[in-house]
């Protein structure tokens, strides 16, 4: 009884993930052919997590998008959020600051996710939707991430990882980034420019939690016109400073080894 608990519970999950911020909205055929389930199958525990409030279903098309009880999950997740609403008092300094977009990243797995954002007061800028999910080899804050972990598992990951190229710019070489991944952690921050999205730049610092250990990347980003050699080294400070703040308010200090 309890295993069939379980394989449905597994199954219902593997459901919830087919959607995404590039197709928030999915038919059952759809899903089926992404779970592997039999379109029966998918069909009645769609019908379970649409009464559930989980997922709502399109009267029209019949189609099936995220429900609101999903959204009060996400509300509580943020709440309870500590390095998110101890971060946001930086970035909206450094908002101020720069005039460019900030964000805030988390690591989840080989994935780093968008967990806050503050979107650039000009006209051109660059938008990082919350949620989204990017590789870590391509882009400022996830190099930070590889950069500033444990060796062993940085070394893991990018032998796991297919380096597929996200732009003309993305690095793709495993030895060139790992270079890419020395220079970051000697100066203590990291710049990318049109590695994952063409014609954007970022600056990104990492934040430490009070075991030493890197919890989060603060990123500035904008469009790459913006980032000449003297801004990103303007950049480069101020995200480093502003990192350092939610690392003091995470209880790090910088005199332990990491």
């Known amino acids: 009884m309890m295993t069939e608990r379980i394989q449905t519970i ?6 919830l993930d087919c959607f995404s911020l590039d197709e928030p909205v999915l038919g059952v055929r759809e899903i089926s052919r992404k779970t592997g389930l039999s379109s029966s199958t998918t ?39 500590d390095i998110r609403s101890l971060a946001l008092p930086v970035m909206v ?11 805030l990243y988390v690591l989840e797995g080989s994935e780093r996710v968008c967990v806050e954002r503050l979107e650039s007061p000009e006209t051109v800028r660059i938008v990082a939707r919350v949620g989204r999910r990017i590789p870590l080899y391509a882009g400022s804050a996830g190099k930070v991430f590889l950069a500033f972990m444990a060796e062993d598992k940085a070394k893991r990951i990018l032998e796991e990882t297919e380096l597929v190229p996200m732009t003309r710019k ?3 070489e495993r030895e060139q980034l790992w270079e890419n991944l020395e220079k970051i952690r000697k100066q203590g921050f990291a710049v990318s420019k049109g590695e ?63």
């Open 10 to 15: 597994d199954r219902m999950v593997s459901i």
């Open 43 to 81: 069909g009645r525990m769609m019908v379970y997590l649409n009464d559930l409030g989980i997922l709502n279903q399109d009267p029209e098309t019949l189609s099936y998008m995220m429900g609101s009880k999903v959204l009060a999950w996400a509300g509580i997740y943020t709440v309870s959020s």
């Open 93 to 103: 300094r450094l908002q101020e600051q720069t005039r460019e977009t900030i964000s």
């Open 170 to 172: 993305t690095i793709t």
């Open 196 to 258: 994952w999205i063409l014609e954007a730049s970022g600056v990104a610092a990492p934040v430490f939690d009070q075991n030493g250990k890197i919890a989060a990347a603060l990123t500035v980003s904008g469009p790459t016109q913006r980032f000449t050699e003297d801004r990103i080294k303007e950049i480069s400070g101020l995200v480093k400073d502003g990192a350092s703040l939610i690392s003091s308010e995470l209880g790090y200090l910088p005199q332990r080894v990491r």
